[in-house]
C-alpha cells in the first residue's frame, strides 16, 4: 500500500467506501455484514486506514455495518469519515441530533475526518446561513476532539464551489470531488481541482471509476490503452490517470466484492503517474467517449441576451449534456432544485431567438425541450 502525508498523518493512497458495500438479495438496504467485515479485515491487513461512510448509504445502513466491522479493530489503526447529511434540506436544523446518532452508529467517540455532504447549488444557501448553525456547530466538535479534521464534499458547479471557500475556505482542511478522466471535462473537475491547489487543500476522489463505468470499456478502448501499458487493466489506468493529478491525497473506492477489492489492492501497491504521452492519449480517449454524446456550447453567452424568458442556456446545457451522457441521475436534478419554474429547461418557449445568434448553431430549443422530457421520465 502506498501513502500519501497529510499534516502528521499517513493516510493510505487507497481508502474504502461504504456506499457500494456487497448487499443480500440485490437489495441496498440489506448489507451483507459478513462480507463486510471480511473485506473490511483484508483491507486492514493490506494497509488500508481510511475509511468512508455516510448518513444515507445503503438506506441509513452504512454506518451501521462499517461500525461494527471496523469495532472488530483497534481504534489507533483507522481513520473513519463520516458527514453532515444537507443533501436533504430537512436535516438543516438537525446538525447536533445528526452527528450524535452517527457517533452512535458508528460507535466511535471522535470522527477523524469529517464532511459538509454535498455542496450544490441546491442546498448552498442554507450551508451558508447562520440560523442553521451548522458551521458553528462542526467547529465547536472540532475544538473539542470529536472531529479531527474537517472538510467538504462537493457537486455543485465550479461557482458553487469558490462560494463555499470564500465563506469557510480557511477551516477547510480537505475537499473531495468527483473526479475521473471523464469528469475532468464533462464536470469541469480540471478546474475545480485547480481552484483546490491555488488555495493550497488537499483533495479526496470520489467517483474515480464513474460507478463502474471506466471498467467496462469496449475493446478498442481497451487496446488503445493497452498499446501503452499492456499489464494495466482498464480500473488501473483511471486510478493512475489520479495519481498524477497534483494534491490528490485519497482516492476513495467502493468496492463491492472481494474481487474489486484485490483488484484495487494489487493496484496500489505503488504509485505510477502516466507520462505526458500516457496522459495525452487517455484524454483524447475520454474526448472521443464525450464526443458524439455533448452539444458543442462554449458559453459564449450569446444567446442569454436574446432569450425573451431570461434562462441561463450555457448552464443548462452543460446540464443536459452531464445528464445526457450519464443517462439521468442525481447531478441535474439536484442542481435545478434551486432554480424556479420559470428559469427551468421547460420555460423554453421555442422561440428559436438564441439559435439565431449561436456560433456553434446549436438546437437549443430542442435540447431544452427533450431535457424537461428526461427530467420528467
Not at 253 to 278: D, V
Amino acid at each position: 500500500m502506498i501513502y500519501q502525508e497529510f499534516q502528521n498523518l499517513k493516510l493510505s493512497n487507497l481508502g474504502m467506501g461504504a456506499m457500494r458495500l456487497p448487499v443480500l438479495d440485490g437489495q441496498d438496504s440489506h448489507v451483507d455484514e459478513a462480507a463486510v467485515c471480511e473485506m473490511v479485515d483484508r483491507a486492514m491487513d493490506q494497509g488500508i486506514n481510511y475509511y468512508d461512510t455516510a448518513w444515507g448509504y445503503h438506506g441509513g445502513n452504512s454506518e451501521l455495518a462499517m461500525g461494527r466491522a471496523l469495532r472488530r479493530h483497534p481504534r489507533e489503526r483507522f481513520y473513519l469519515a463520516d458527514k453532515f447529511p444537507g443533501y436533504d434540506l430537512s436535516n438543516m436544523g438537525r446538525v447536533e441530533e445528526i452527528f450524535e446518532a452517527q457517533l452512535k452508529k458508528c460507535q466511535v467517540e471522535y470522527f477523524d475526518f469529517y464532511l459538509f455532504h454535498n455542496v450544490c447549488e441546491m442546498n448552498i444557501d442554507q450551508y451558508l446561513d447562520p440560523q442553521y448553525g451548522i458551521y458553528d456547530y462542526l467547529m465547536a466538535q472540532k475544538r473539542s476532539g470529536r472531529i479531527r479534521h474537517l472538510g467538504f464534499s462537493a457537486h455543485g458547479s465550479l461557482e458553487v464551489v469558490r462560494r463555499f471557500l470564500d465563506a469557510y475556505g480557511a477551516d477547510m482542511e480537505f475537499c473531495q470531488l468527483q473526479i475521473n478522466y471523464l469528469d475532468w471535462m464533462l464536470q469541469a473537475a480540471k478546474e475545480k481541482a485547480a481552484l483546490l491547489q491555488e488555495r493550497h487543500i488537499p483533495i479526496w476522489v470520489m467517483e474515480p471509476l464513474r460507478g463502474g463505468k471506466l471498467c467496462a470499456l469496449v475493446p478498442e478502448q481497451a487496446e488503445r490503452l493497452a498499446v501503452l501499458r499492456p499489464q494495466e487493466t482498464p480500473a488501473a489506468w483511471a486510478f493512475r490517470f489520479l495519481q498524477s493529478i497534483p494534491g490528490v491525497t485519497v482516492i476513495l473506492s467502493g468496492m463491492s466484492n472481494w474481487e474489486q477489492l484485490e483488484e484495487n489492492l494489487r493496484t496500489f501497491e505503488k504509485s505510477a503517474p502516466l507520462s505526458r504521452e500516457e496522459m495525452d492519449a487517455l484524454l483524447g480517449m475520454a474526448e472521443d467517449m464525450l464526443g458524439g454524446k455533448l452539444l458543442p456550447c462554449t458559453a459564449c453567452h450569446y444567446c442569454i441576451s436574446h432569450c425573451p424568458q431570461g434562462l441561463d442556456i450555457p448552464w443548462l446545457l452543460e446540464l443536459y449534456n452531464e445528464h445526457n451522457f450519464t443517462g439521468g441521475g442525481f447531478i441535474a436534478p439536484m442542481a435545478l432544485m434551486a432554480v424556479p419554474q420559470e428559469k427551468q429547461p421547460a420555460a423554453c418557449v421555442g422561440c428559436r431567438s438564441c439559435e439565431a445568434v449561436c456560433p456553434q448553431q446549436i438546437k437549443i430549443s430542442e435540447a431544452l425541450a427533450d431535457f424537461a422530457k428526461r427530467l420528467k421520465a
